[in-house]
């Protein structure tokens, strides 16, 4: 039987396999903590619920305060501005993603940032503020054109001339 010819054959929940080929094994030494057993434990979690009546979690963060009265009033408002958030930071350039290891939350955060006016403007997420000195800029660039073009135009009716005579 040449290669072409060759069966091929799967491996199935009823055919005859080795297990020792797909066994667990933990050799040498398991790499779980076991002293987080308990904590991590249901029946422990529960345990603790029931007497004090309050999930640790809950003891673990604290409350925010502030001003949000801007703030979505409601869950699906709140939502729809999170996936807003996401679709936008999508719709951004690969490389600039990557600056924010593909986290809108990041982004955001360095959009907050007032300090970070300029690197936005060089990274193409914000247009340069106009100030006095941009304005003369353009000013010169303009007159530099303008003049170019004149010269131009200039130079056709010179060229015109020596080839009318």
Partial sequence: ??????????????????????????????????????????????????????LEHKNNFQGQYG???????????????????????????????????????????FVGDPENAEEMVKLGLANAPVTEKTTKVDQALADTAKAAEEASQAASHTTKEAKTD
């Fill in 67 to 109: 001003d949000f009265t801007e703030l979505p009033t409601d869950y699906h408002s709140s939502v729809n501005a999170v996936i807003a958030a996401d679709q936008m930071f999508a719709t951004l350039p690969s490389s600039i993603r990557k600056k924010f290891a593909n986290d809108p939350g990041n982004f955001l955060e």
């Fill in 1 to 54: 039987m040449n290669k072409s010819q060759e069966i091929i054959r799967f491996r199935t929940a009823y055919g005859a396999h080795d297990p020792e080929k797909y066994a667990f094994c933990t050799d040498p030494v398991s790499m779980t903590h076991q002293s987080e057993a308990p904590a991590c434990d249901i029946n422990e979690i529960m345990a603790r619920f029931q007497k004090t009546g309050v």
